[in-house]
């Protein structure tokens, strides 16, 4: 099983991809929509069809990625039909099964948090998704949207706590940096739900959270009644050239594509002067800018003209890139590979040898 948990620090929210290695048919549960660049090359780094994207309920803290990614990767979005959203491929009901290749997830209807939620459940039973019905030693809360805490606490108890021990849960979202627990641990340690607490003193903590509301809600509930459609569909990607986004966080462009627009970027080359008149040779036009002067005489470069940054093998141009990014360049992409790939695709040079 192909598994990463992905952090959205603006909302605290974990991301979960899971896929099938042998199909690589993939899932992302609760993506959000200013991490789907990365989510999406994740995805395509590592191989992966996405087949679906899961909604563990309608979100009020962040807009979900659900909408951009099927626009991006065609994925198909599945939520709760309980959620009362609207523009999903497929409405979820209780027990129904997801399937990605080999491998499937179960939804169990785990409402409280909002009526629509649902804890969604791998099929050996090793992993549970709980979304807000249950975060490590705690829970959503249950003061707006249809929350209910009498719900809330009876989908735990009844739903969740029924799954075996060793269940790793994997919560929708944690504010101090805790990663996952497990059915077993919040039965004993959670301070809200654990076995020995009853449905009263339960009901009596969930009346005194005394939390603000989340700062996104009046944005995030509507639009994630529309799976993340926006309002307007215009596209947030740069568009100056054929740009691939990396899961490290690097705009790239491609030898080809660089050899096919030489005359219209500003070609910075970061080697030191040895490199740049060495064996491998530099790109006809590239200014020699070396990685530590860059800073220094960043002046030399126009901001209206589009930058690619060149080194040996694309690791310091990527650094490049990010400093230029920092100076307030916004056209700015890392010659993929470098000049070890623009070399062995047999692109010119200027200089080098054979
Ligand atoms: N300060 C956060 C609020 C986060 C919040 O209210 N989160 C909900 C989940 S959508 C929750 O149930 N939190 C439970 C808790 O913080 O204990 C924001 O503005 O987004
Ligand atoms: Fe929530």
Request: glycine content about 10%.
């Amino acid at each position: 099983m192909v598994f990463r948990q992905l952090f959205d620090p603006q909302s605290s929210t974990y991301t979960y991809l899971l896929a099938d290695p042998a199909s690589r048919a993939a899932v992302l549960i609760d993506p959000v929509f200013e991490q789907v660049r990365r989510d999406a090359a994740l995805v395509e780094e590592l191989g992966l069809k996405l087949a679906w994207t899961l909604e563990t309920h309608v979100h009020a803290d962040h807009v979900t990625g659900a909408w951009l990614l099927r626009e991006k990767l065609g994925s198909r979005i599945a939520l709760s039909k309980a959620s009362g959203a609207e523009g999903a491929d497929i409405f979820l009901t209780p027990h129904q099964k997801i399937p990605f290749g080999k491998r499937h997830l179960e939804a169990l209807a785990t409402p409280g948090h909002t009526n629509g939620c649902m804890t969604y459940v791998l099929d050996d039973k090793s992993m549970a998704f709980t979304g807000d019905a249950l975060l490590i030693r705690g829970c959503g809360r249950t003061d707006f949207q249809q929350g209910d805490a009498r719900t809330l606490f009876r989908s735990v108890r009844s739903r969740i706590f029924s799954l075996p021990d060793d269940c790793l849960v994997c919560p929708g979202h944690d504010y101090r940096g805790l990663t996952q627990t497990s059915v077993g641990e919040e039965k004993r340690f959670n301070p809200r739900l654990a076995e020995s607490i009853g449905e009263g003193d339960f009901l009596g903590y969930m009346q005194h959270l005394g939390l603000a509301h989340p700062k996104q809600m009046a944005i995030a509930v509507p639009a994630n009644l529309k799976c993340g459609r926006p309002e307007k569909t215009t596209s947030l990607d740069p568009d100056w050239a054929a740009l691939t986004y990396t899961f490290a966080g690097i705009w790239e462009v491609q030898p080809h594509w660089l050899e096919e627009n030489l005359r219209t970027v500003q070609i910075v080359d970061v080697r030191e002067p040895g490199e740049f008149n060495g064996p491998l040779g530099h790109v006809a036009g590239a200014k020699l800018m070396p990685l530590g002067s860059l800073t220094d005489r960043i002046g030399e470069l126009e901001k209206a003209t589009p930058i690619v940054t060149v080194c040996r093998s694309g690791a310091r141009s990527a650094q490049a890139t990010l400093m230029l990014g920092k100076a307030g360049f916004e056209k700015v992409a890392n010659l993929s590979g470098g000049m070890l790939r623009w070399r062995a695709q047999r692109f010119p040079v200027d200089g080098g040898v054979d």
